[in-house]
């Protein structure tokens, strides 16, 4: 009701709400992904050091997030020129928790073909296109979702996560060892006890995603 009302005032566009992670089901696999999705926008509207009006509600001010060196250290401006290995960016997409698409129409999502490399960053209002030239950047294109057509160019962008864990790969195998140990001192089931633990080696977060949608 609040944001509502500061909404009729201030209007859309620098005013946010940052919604709290909420208990909506009894099962574990849950995935609020639209929410995190919006967690992360605001954050990465937060390190931009904007101008902006932020709505919290106790609970999510109570909640953790992303440790601010975790945060800053994922965080990577890319331009124009840049040598890049893609294989690598796209580890590092994963790892931050975006999800590899066939069609990249909303936040959080990546798709590559050939030497072009889409993806919709968090905090952006549209999903860029970049084009290589070997590994050098040679273009990034803003385009829409709804027609895939270019509309507009950038000299640069900065990337931030798109999950709430940076899933590097010391991060899954510590997390599949304590899954497993835990698992095993709740007594959970194997089919359970294999779904987390598959959830987790996956993808981070966009694993979490189809654990939900195999319910």
Not at 76 to 91: F, M, N
Not at 189 to 197: E, F, P
Request: charged share 25%.
């Amino acid at each position: 009701a609040i944001h509502q009302d500061m909404a009729f005032f201030l209007g859309e566009e620098q005013l946010f709400y940052y919604p709290p992670w909420e208990v909506r089901s009894t099962d574990m696999f849950s995935f609020q992904a639209d929410d995190s999705l919006r967690r992360m926008e605001i954050l990465g509207h937060l390190s931009r050091k904007k101008i902006a009006v932020f709505v919290l509600p106790l609970q999510a001010l109570m909640q953790r997030v992303l440790p601010v060196q975790a945060w800053f250290d994922y965080m990577e401006t890319i331009a124009l020129g840049d040598i890049c290995d893609r294989d690598q960016l796209v580890e590092k997409l994963i790892a931050g928790g975006y999800k590899r698409v066939s069609l990249v129409e909303g936040k959080g999502e990546f798709g590559v073909r050939g030497s072009v490399l889409d993806i919709f960053p968090t905090a952006a209002e549209n999903p860029l296109r970049l084009e290589f030239l070997g590994d050098e950047l040679e273009s990034i294109r803003i385009f829409s979702p709804a027609s895939q057509r270019s509309a507009g160019e950038l000299c640069d962008f900065t990337l931030f996560p798109a999950g709430e864990i940076i899933f590097t790969a010391a991060v899954k195998q510590l997390a599949v060892v304590n899954i497993r140990r835990r698992a095993n001192e709740l007594e959970l089931s194997s089919l359970i006890k294999n779904r987390l633990v598959e959830a987790v080696a996956a993808d981070g977060d966009a694993g979490w995603a189809r654990a939900e949608g195999r319910r």
